[in-house]
């Protein structure tokens, strides 16, 4: 005899809670974002909102892109970083972890493990705030460089 659909899903019903948050992903990270390519076929202004007083303008910036003059430029740079980005950032911290697997001063494997494991537990804010403090004008490389009897420096402003 066979079951019906209802009767089914009741059977099954781990497998199907299981399937939700999968499910859930699929709609956040595809379908939500469908919703912004509206705005390529749109005057958008973000007072309006997406579905606000927006105009209609069909395939206006589409042809304003593809009669740039800089189009190929702009396609030949856009690879190019693309290259660039996946040739150095996939050997390079596979060659970093057999570098620091090949270490074996532990003190200094340690050091070096933690300053580059840094940027991923401090804010960059925190880090550029740290930078323009040591670089000021009373920061803290001007004042080593006082005691020494040197001039100070402006680098945060001085082009030089």
Request: charged share 15%.
């Amino acid at each position: 005899m066979k079951k019906s659909f209802l009767r089914r899903c009741l059977d099954h019903k781990e497998l199907i809670l299981m399937s939700i948050p999968g499910l859930v992903a699929v709609f956040i990270f595809s379908y939500l974002p469908m919703y912004g390519i509206l705005i390529a076929f749109q005057d958008y202004n973000p007072v309006g909102g997406l579905f606000g007083a927006n105009h209609w303008v069909g395939l206006k910036y589409f042809k304003q892109f593809f009669a740039n003059p800089y189009l190929f430029r702009l396609i030949k740079n856009t690879l190019l970083l693309g290259v660039y980005t996946l040739l150095w950032s996939f050997p390079a911290p596979i060659i970093f972890a057999l570098l620091m697997d090949q270490l074996t001063n532990s003190k200094f494997k340690k050091v070096v493990q933690s300053i580059s494991y840094l940027p991923y537990f401090i804010s960059t804010v925190v880090i550029v705030g740290l930078v323009i403090n040591f670089c000021g004008v009373d920061g803290v490389i001007n004042t080593i460089r006082g005691f020494f009897g040197a001039k100070e420096i402006s680098f945060m402003t001085d082009p030089r």
